[in-house]
């Protein structure tokens, strides 16, 4: 027979809020919570990753009793008074579970939200920062490296997406200070490239400006723009 499968990596699972601790840190999740083990965070951001670690765990819980509940209603089993009973204890586990991944998520939130504000207040204009630079600084944040092309000498940074930053734009983001690279490393092994404290406080500040503006109703001819439209 053969050997059985290698077990496959755990994964740490994902929150609605990820994404807004990737932007106001300018680290991703297994990064952030790597720092956490080692003990390099300082009080307010190792507070937040435990928080977030909470968080993971319930809501790996709601994805297990959700799954058991597809799992039993999917007709695989007889039914009868015993998987009904089973039916309704995994309706209460789940929606116990529920209620602790929404209470972590708030313990989340009142840690995250102190660290937001103080990154906008020292943060410039948002309205500074392009759709392109938004994109850029939130690809670089979850991880990435400048690489030299062996042959052709193109120089441009590939993220942990998969997505690839020309140099330009690199050095773009660089003269503003928002991002910087470890040149300890040689560019052609992969020089990895972080964002500063003022790129993470510029894409907090950006992505948490208003994108939309409310439209607004054209007033009839003659009417002063205070006067609403009649309908007729």
Not at 53 to 68: I, P
């Amino acid at each position: 027979m053969p050997p059985p499968p290698a077990p496959a990596p755990t994964r740490r699972a994902v929150s609605p809020l990820d994404h807004r601790l990737q932007a106001v840190t300018g680290h991703d999740i297994d990064t952030l919570w790597a720092y956490r083990d080692r003990g390099v965070l300082d009080e307010q951001h190792a507070q937040l990753v435990d928080r977030h670690r909470e968080l993971a765990k319930a809501h790996t819980s709601v994805t297990f009793y959700l799954r058991l509940l597809n799992r039993l209603s999917s007709g695989e089993f007889d039914v009868d008074g015993a998987l009904i009973k089973r039916i309704d204890r995994t309706v209460d586990q789940l929606e116990e579970a529920a209620a602790a991944r929404d209470a972590a998520a708030r313990k989340v939130l009142a840690a995250l939200e102190p660290i937001e504000a103080a990154a906008a207040a020292s943060a410039p204009d948002a309205r500074q920062l392009s759709t392109d630079d938004q994109a850029a600084l939130l690809a670089i944040a979850g991880g990435a490296k400048l690489y030299e092309h062996l042959l052709t000498g193109r120089m441009s940074v590939t993220t942990a997406s998969g997505t690839r930053i020309p140099h330009a734009k690199l050095q773009q983001l660089e003269d503003a200070g928002l991002v910087v690279r470890d040149t300890g490393h040689p560019v052609h092994a992969g020089q990895p490239v972080a964002l500063t404290d003022a790129g993470r406080a510029a894409l907090s500040a950006a992505r948490r400006a208003p994108t939309k503006q409310a439209s607004k109703v054209p007033a009839r001819p003659g009417a002063s723009p205070s006067t609403p439209a009649q309908r007729r």
